[in-house]
């Protein structure tokens, strides 16, 4: 298993199911380099990885020529090419993921944001001014949603009980699936930049989304708006992203996601005053990991009894 950072794998689930088939041992650590990755990895037959923290592209896969099984967390995984897998005679199979934990990680940083959380608190303990900012009200104010799927619509529910105006907008969304989750659907993109005091990303990385906001984009939004991002970092060109928030065209901005992962020790995103950044952490909950290693040993029992289930297509 790779990259189990809260040594939580070995504890969540029934390993001893696959005792007497599978050695099975955990790598806490991330190994960004490839040839060290190789060495630590390259007598695997079965390997469980955690989302794109290590990705899995033609050119590795082919440096490991006893894999078999290559387990994912969750049933999208960009980070696998899952062609080379199988060209390699490698089954690539999933796990299920609840769309609570990245909902509530949003509203975490909505209402980080919101009332200046983390700055206020770090004021109270380095024994600084008492009451330094004042917060921003959530009731009455509009809350832009992009893409309102599992996690959008839960969203959505959570703002129309903040007392908070619901619009959202997807390539795809029709009025009648915007009222189902009690949103108006916002006539472009850009309508919605310009309404939100709020505006959050839930929407899958594809080639639409792909950029989909860049500077002209940010520029349409709110002074006094904050961006969420809790989907996939390059759904916004960084760049732009990082000179909204040094030249203030947004007031701040709640992150969870980032194009390098680990972010790197000088990325602007750890400088930033008016960013709340978390280290991708909105799938990270005791339940979900629960859930993924204990499907995980289903998929490996499976497996190995020559019927794999929860393939990836």
């Not at 639409?208 to 060109?237: F, H, K, Q, W, Y």
């Given at each position: 298993?790779?990259?189990?950072?809260?040594?939580?794998?070995?504890?969540?689930?029934?390993?001893?199911?696959?005792?007497?088939?599978?050695?099975?041992?955990?790598?806490?650590?991330?190994?960004?380099?490839?040839?060290?990755?190789?060495?630590?990895?390259?007598?695997?037959?079965?390997?469980?990885?955690?989302?794109?923290?290590?990705?899995?592209?033609?050119?590795?896969?082919?440096?490991?020529?006893?894999?078999?099984?290559?387990?994912?967390?969750?049933?999208?995984?960009?980070?696998?090419?899952?062609?080379?897998?199988?060209?390699?005679?490698?089954?690539?199979?999933?796990?299920?993921?609840?769309?609570?934990?990245?909902?509530?990680?949003?509203?975490?940083?909505?209402?980080?944001?919101?009332?200046?959380?983390?700055?206020?608190?770090?004021?109270?303990?380095?024994?600084?001014?008492?009451?330094?900012?004042?917060?921003?009200?959530?009731?009455?104010?509009?809350?832009?949603?992009?893409?309102?799927?599992?996690?959008?619509?839960?969203?959505?529910?959570?703002?129309?009980?903040?007392?908070?105006?619901?619009?959202?907008?997807?390539p795809n969304l029709d009025?009648?699936?915007?009222?189902?989750?009690?949103?108006?659907?916002?006539?472009?993109?850009?309508?919605?930049?310009?309404a939100s005091d709020v505006?959050?990303?839930?929407?899958?990385?594809?080639?639409?989304?792909?950029?989909?906001?860049?500077?002209?984009?940010?520029?349409?939004?709110?002074?006094?708006?904050?961006?969420?991002?809790?989907?996939?970092?390059?759904?916004?060109?960084?760049?732009?992203?990082?000179?909204?928030?040094?030249?203030?065209?947004?007031?701040?901005?709640?992150?969870?996601?980032?194009?390098?992962?680990?972010?790197?020790?000088?990325?602007?995103?750890?400088?930033?005053?008016?960013?709340?950044?978390?280290?991708?952490?909105?799938?990270?909950?005791?339940?979900?990991?629960?859930t993924f290693f204990t499907?995980?040993?289903?998929?490996?029992?499976?497996?190995?009894?020559?019927?794999?289930?929860?393939?990836?297509?």
């Amino acid at each position: 298993m790779l990259d189990d950072y809260q040594n939580a794998a070995l504890a969540l689930a029934d390993w001893t199911r696959l005792s007497d088939h599978v050695a099975v041992a955990a790598i806490s650590e991330h190994i960004a380099d490839g040839e060290s990755l190789i060495g630590r990895i390259e007598q695997a037959e079965i390997l469980v990885i955690m989302r794109e923290r290590t990705p899995f592209a033609a050119a590795l896969l082919e440096r490991l020529p006893r894999l078999k099984l290559l387990v994912t967390s969750g049933m999208r995984n960009l980070a696998i090419d899952v062609a080379a897998a199988r060209a390699r005679g490698v089954t690539v199979c999933g796990t299920a993921s609840s769309p609570t934990p990245p909902t509530e990680l949003t509203w975490a940083l909505i209402l980080g944001l919101a009332r200046h959380v983390v700055p206020e608190n770090r004021t109270l303990r380095d024994g600084g001014p008492w009451q330094s900012t004042i917060g921003t009200d959530l009731a009455g104010a509009t809350l832009g949603i992009l893409g309102l799927g599992k996690i959008g619509a839960r969203v959505a529910a959570i703002g129309r009980a903040f007392g908070m105006r619901v619009i959202a907008w997807s390539p795809n969304l029709d009025d009648a699936r915007a009222a189902a989750a009690g949103a108006e659907r916002a006539a472009s993109k850009e309508a919605l930049l310009e309404a939100s005091d709020v505006v959050t990303i839930h929407l899958v990385l594809g080639d639409r989304t792909r950029g989909l906001l860049g500077e002209a984009e940010l520029r349409r939004m709110r002074r006094e708006a904050i961006l969420v991002n809790t989907s996939r970092a390059p759904i916004v060109d960084q760049a732009a992203l990082v000179r909204a928030l040094e030249e203030n065209w947004i007031r701040g901005a709640g992150l969870d996601v980032f194009e390098t992962e680990p972010l790197p020790a000088d990325s602007p995103f750890r400088r930033l005053p008016n960013v709340l950044a978390l280290p991708h952490l909105g799938y990270v909950s005791r339940d979900n990991y629960r859930t993924f290693f204990t499907e995980a040993v289903e998929d490996i029992e499976a497996w190995l009894a020559g019927a794999p289930i929860r393939e990836l297509s």
